[in-house]
């Protein structure tokens, strides 16, 4: 699996592409901590993706993930992200992962990989 950095600077419109290319996508969250063997499902199954976001609070950038439909929509704050990554494995998207200051890992991982060139739009550091 590739991790490939997004430059702070993109991570807005990484965000507005990434959204609309997975909308409605099934997606798992998982979070971990630097010493966590096994990262923290935050909701059980799988949900769809209705958006990836970027924001600031303060001087510290945070990524509001929201999934599920209607009643079941929920959107998980990660606070303090110093890191946006695109995963891949060879050619396929796989998914996100957002690193936070205090070591905590977030990973959204897709049900399935899509190759690049099943998606529109991708983000300058992603070609």
């Known amino acids: ?41 935050l909701f059980t199954g799988e949900q769809p993706l209705q958006e990836v976001r970027e924001g600031t609070n303060g001087n510290r950038a945070e990524i509001i993930v929201t999934v599920g439909e209607g009643r079941n929509e929920t959107s998980f704050l990660i606070e303090d992200a110093i890191g946006l990554y695109a995963l891949r494995i060879d050619d396929a998207h796989r998914g996100l992962r957002i690193d936070s200051g205090d070591g905590t890992r977030t990973l959204l991982e897709f049900r399935a990989a899509a190759a690049p060139e099943a998606l529109d739009g991708l983000a300058d550091s992603e070609r």
């Open 1 to 41: 699996m590739a991790d490939i950095a997004i430059a702070e600077a993109e991570w807005q419109s990484f965000c507005e592409q990434f959204t609309r290319q997975h909308h409605g996508w099934r997606v798992r969250l998982h979070q971990a901590g630097t010493g966590a063997a096994d990262p923290k499902a």
